[in-house]
């Protein structure tokens, strides 16, 4: 009798955790191609909106947006992320990057870091070409750490980015590519 | 129940919670929408 009750009970607890990650892997899938990310999964190429093409904008209105649109060239695939603007230039974190877990989540980082950096960003439903490079050690990070702090509450440091904890990118311009 | 006729249960669950969300439209939006909700409430408490 108690062998058939915990027969059951890890029955149930089995489908408990098997049709909610069905159903989350599904979603994933179905999101995979969307043109930009919903809140939770990734999407894909990044195809509506204005492409920017005049002169180096004044990026303090990023300063009223809270996340954008962020699609790498290579893998063709996006995701919502938070934006930093400091000194003119604007930038994006990626945390929990000093673990395995933290960067097979932050998968995107890791691209980023070893691959060509080539992206399109999406802002206000306008796309900008941009390339991401990696800041290890500026005196311009105090300013995007403020920022970070002040506009999303969070618990950014610098000791972290020259960890490795959290690795920053900048937004640059793609001169010469 | 035997595990052969749970299994095949819970391969046919899954897959029509596949298929429901592939095809229904809407449906993932509102799952994630549900998601969002059910996170942020519990994140706040």
């Known amino acids: 009798m108690a062998r058939k009750f915990l027969t059951v009970i890890v029955q149930l607890l089995i489908a408990l955790v098997t049709i909610p990650a069905v159903a989350l892997a599904t979603m994933s899938f179905e999101n995979r191609n969307n043109d930009g990310p919903s809140i939770i999964f990734p999407g894909g190429e990044l195809v509506s909106g204005e492409l920017y093409l005049g002169p180096e904008p004044d990026w303090s209105f990023t300063d009223d947006v809270g996340t954008v649109h962020l699609q790498l060239d290579d893998p063709l695939s996006s995701r919502l992320i938070w934006i930093e603007e400091s000194d003119g230039k604007i930038y994006i974190t990626s945390d929990y990057m000093g673990t395995w877990l933290g960067r097979l989540w932050k998968k995107w980082a890791v691209q980023a870091h070893e691959g060509d950096g080539l992206a399109v960003v999406r802002i206000n439903g306008v796309r900008y070409e941009r390339k991401l490079e990696r800041v290890f050690y500026s005196p311009l990070l105090d300013g995007v750490i403020e920022k970070k702090i002040a506009k999303y509450r969070s618990r950014i440091t610098r000791e972290a980015i020259e960890s490795g904890e959290t690795w920053v990118f900048e937004l640059a311009p793609r001169t010469g590519v | ?45």
């Open chain 2, 1 to 45: 129940m035997k595990t052969k006729t749970y299994l095949a249960l819970l391969i046919s669950i899954s897959l029509l919670v596949s298929l429901a969300i592939l095809f229904i439209p809407g449906l993932a939006e509102s799952i994630e929408t549900w998601m969002l909700g059910f996170l942020s409430r519990n994140a706040a408490a």
